[in-house]
């Protein structure tokens, strides 16, 4: 209990001696929790200030460091994932394959004319991320975001090699010596491993992972996988180990369009001000009578990535990644308060409190039933979609120049050009019949490589014929106005499958 007590007089002497001057924003080491980003501290023309987060143990790190695992373990083992399609095609799980126009994912398979399914994906996220903010604030940029799971792991490899935030704060104002330049340079070539790392996953997504890898090992890749790799690389270095926090604060666009999802109901990373203030320093046995619980100890400051002080309020740098609850929870537990000064908190509860009315949560509410429809219907539009996916699409170019031919028999003749879409993992023999057109007669070019009105499509691909239709001299009176309607049907000889286009016929204005 002793220690226990030292400790506390210590971090209320540490609070007492803050210093709040940009200066010196972290003042001697007594005086090193001061929220640098805080709005009274910034200018737009001032220079960076470094964060120095320190590590705290709680439930939300221990989520962070799952959310983590989980995202890294998914961008950098997806791409070595196979999936069996079957012969000729690729055996990646997960392939945007340029050079076949195709996208694979497990066992679907996009085509160039399909993209409505990632503008679909697209839009389902986009209405995830709005309910998500609406309910609980910036969870997604605190926990799953890209810039902040890197960001995370290049302050744990920070902390591996220069230690916890005080160490780190001494390395860097300390002088130039053998061990500081070995410390740095050891961070800087894990960071930039990761970086290639990150890079190299990048362009797996693209190739086949294991043949690209082999051609990257020996220098016989295309030259734009290393460029690839590069770019990808210097920015994932730069911004996960440089720039840090500069990207959600001044980068993102995000934090500027969050406000209009929130409402009084959203939950919030909060501090209860009603709860903690006046806040100031305790010593252990005497008495809380007349203040509130906050011991000005400045622990949620020195966690906190974005370098506020959510005593400050809602702020547009918070990313509610909730670190300073769990650092706020362990210092309630040692001063024996009960925890939850700093929680996911509402607007309308804290009214509630302030006016002795029972708190409520409330999920349901016009704003959050509005998006879960939204996402149902798109949903429900996609999965019609996806269940009525046709495997066989045929599209009809009618030449244009000429647009008919007179043959010296007097009948006229169109030529088409029919593009058949084969999405089935085995080749398909097609007949193609003509109706419409009483009297037409259905023909193929002198060159065609198959014979009458049939046509092989292979595995997976697209196949284009070209195809006359005539129409003899004595039916020539059913071109009124030189035009009369034409359909084209592909029936699939092996199971039937047919698909029906329109077209035209075209000749003399009769």
Not at 365 to 371: D, F, N
Request: hydrophobic share 45%.
């Amino acid at each position: 209990m002793a220690d226990s007590a030292t400790s506390l007089e210590r971090l209320a002497a540490e609070a007492a001696g803050n210093v709040r001057a940009a200066a010196n924003p972290h003042g001697r080491e007594g005086e090193r929790y001061t929220a640098v980003n805080s709005e009274k501290f910034r200018s737009l023309y001032a220079s960076r200030v470094k964060v120095y987060p320190k590590l705290v143990g709680g439930t939300f790190r221990r989520l962070k460091w799952i959310v983590m695992a989980l995202t890294l373990t998914i961008y950098y083992v997806t791409p070595w994932m196979r999936w069996d399609r079957g012969p000729n095609l690729p055996d990646q799980a997960v392939l945007l394959d340029f050079p076949a126009r195709r996208f694979y994912f497990f066992f679907l398979e996009i085509w160039p004319q399909e993209f409505y399914y990632i503008t679909g994906l697209l839009i389902l996220a986009a209405l995830g991320l709005f309910l998500v903010t609406s309910v609980a604030g910036r969870v997604w940029c605190g926990y799953a975001c890209p810039q902040t799971v890197w960001t995370d792991l290049f302050i744990h490899v920070e902390r591996f090699f220069e230690g916890d935030r005080s160490a780190r704060i001494r390395l860097d104002r300390s002088p130039w010596t053998a061990g500081k330049v070995g410390r740095k340079a050891a961070k800087h070539l894990v960071w930039l491993l990761i970086a290639l790392a990150t890079g190299g996953a990048w362009v797996f997504y693209f190739a086949d992972a294991p043949t690209l890898a082999a051609d990257l090992a020996r220098f016989e890749a295309p030259a734009i996988a290393y460029i690839s790799i590069a770019a990808f690389a210097s920015t994932t270095y730069l911004l996960g180990g440089i720039a840090r926090e500069q990207v959600c604060i001044y980068m993102c666009p995000w934090p500027r369009i969050q406000g209009a999802m929130f409402d009084e109901e959203s939950l919030l990373v909060s501090y209860k001000e009603d709860r903690g203030e006046q806040r100031g320093p305790h010593k252990k046995g005497t008495s809380w009578e007349g203040r509130g619980d906050c011991i000005d100890c400045g622990q949620c400051v020195a966690v906190c990535p974005m370098g506020i002080d959510i005593r400050d309020g809602m702020q547009l740098e918070c990313i509610q990644c909730a670190l300073c609850i769990d650092a706020c929870d362990a210092i309630m537990d040692r001063v024996e308060r009960p925890r939850g000064l700093i929680a996911y908190d509402t607007l309308s509860n804290q009214q509630r409190r302030a006016a002795g009315a029972p708190q409520r949560l409330s999920i349901l509410r016009p704003r959050t039933i509005v998006y879960m429809a939204a996402l149902a219907l798109v949903g429900l539009i996609m999965l019609v979609a996806l269940v009525n996916r046709s495997t066989l699409e045929v599209n009809i170019l009618p030449d244009r120049n000429p647009l008919f031919v007179t043959l010296a028999d007097g009948s006229i003749r169109n030529g088409y050009e029919l593009k058949i879409v084969n999405k089935e993992h085995r080749e398909r023999i097609f007949r193609i019949d003509i109706e419409g057109l009483e009297g037409a007669a259905l023909s193929r070019p002198a060159l065609a490589d198959e014979a009458g009105s049939t046509v092989v499509v292979g595995v997976d691909t697209l196949r284009t014929a070209r195809f006359f239709v005539s129409l003899p001299a004595d039916r020539l009176e059913q071109l009124r106005g030189g035009k009369s309607a034409l359909t084209f049907v592909a029936t699939d000889l092996d199971n039937g499958e047919t698909a029906v286009r329109e077209s035209s016929f075209r000749g003399p204005a009769q």
